[in-house]
Nanobody
Framework: QVQLEESGGGSVQTGDSLRLSCLASGRTFSLYTMGWFRQAPGKEREFVASISWNGVSTDYANSVKGRFTISRVNAKSTLYLEMNSLKPEDTAVYYC??????????WGQGTLVTVSS
């Protein structure tokens, strides 16, 4: 059974940086597209970024393009999200997702990021 464990969330100020990590276990990590989603208080869950199995192809929401970078190290079964120039509107619970945008998508429990002005 696959398990996804996010870490790295916290409380920061506007303009700060954070790096989220997602450690996967229970399945061959390198086979799957991975992604990050987020859900802000009172809002629907939204796509943030995704990365292909080999890290060659990435995709970003317009709201984070140029500020966030998704990456992966298959040898460590770990997915990352480097977040720079954080804004208060980035405040949300961030979820690691295996096979995003598919019926087989599997979600982690999430990690909270709070950005204060």
């Amino acid at each position: 059974q696959v398990q996804l464990e996010e870490s790295g969330g916290g409380s920061v100020q506007t303009g700060d940086s954070l790096r989220l990590s997602c450690l996967a276990s229970g399945r061959t990590f390198s086979l799957y597209t991975m992604g990050w989603f987020r859900q802000a208080p009172g809002k629907e869950r939204e796509f943030v970024a995704s990365i292909s199995w080999n890290g060659v192809s990435t995709d970003y929401a317009n709201s984070v393009k140029g500020r966030f970078t998704i990456s992966r190290v298959n040898a460590k079964s770990t997915l990352y999200l480097e977040m720079n120039s954080l804004k208060p509107e980035d405040t949300a619970v961030y979820y690691c997702v295996e096979q995003p945008h598919t019926p087989s998508a599997f979600w982690g429990q999430g990690t909270l990021v709070t950005v204060s002005s």
